[in-house]
């Protein structure tokens, strides 16, 4: 992204589709004359085994948050940044974003983009483009904290990252 209302200009993670029925509602709560757009629908016979099915909801996803970044008001919430930019839980987001934590928000978001996090499918993508001469070491870290480690989080960017 090229929005400065972001400390990172890129990012990396995965979010199941009830942590986005989450962000919507807090996002309703706290801007209570916006209409936000639409989550796609939640079909009752969902087959993550089905690539229609899920592109079809990944797509949904996307424009969602396209939408959601759109405006201002909500590009001021805390909780979408966390959302964004880190792997946080819905329930530790809550807790650094109402101070219950001993890290703020900019030490979440700083702290998750400086570990090393792949995901399995980018981690085997990489291998096959790097040799053993220039691999990265990995990172066993995996809470909040400083971290010497400044790699990325090694995922391509997409539509959706350039966006947030």
């Known amino acids: 992204t090229n929005s400065i209302c972001f400390t990172r200009k890129t990012s990396c993670v995965r979010r199941r589709f009830r942590e986005f029925v989450w962000l919507r509602q807090r996002l309703q709560s706290n801007a209570v004359l916006i209409q936000l757009p639409e989550l796609p629908s939640k079909t009752p016979f969902f ?24 405006d201002a008001l909500l590009l001021s919430d805390s909780r979408l940044h966390l959302f964004l930019q880190t792997q946080l839980s819905p329930e530790d987001m809550e807790a650094c974003v109402s101070g219950q934590t001993k890290y703020s928000v900019a030490d979440a978001i700083h702290s998750f983009a400086s570990l090393n996090r792949r995901f399995p ?11 053993d001469a220039d691999s990265d070491s990995e990172s066993s870290s995996s809470g909040l904290g400083p971290s010497d480690d400044s790699i990325s989080c090694g995922c391509k960017a997409s539509p959706a990252s350039e966006e947030s």
């Open 47 to 70: 087959n993550m085994n089905n690539p229609h099915h899920v592109d079809h909801r990944r797509q949904g996803l996307q424009e969602f948050l396209e939408k959601i970044l759109q």
């Open 121 to 131: 499918i980018e981690d085997e993508e990489r291998k096959k483009g790097k040799t």
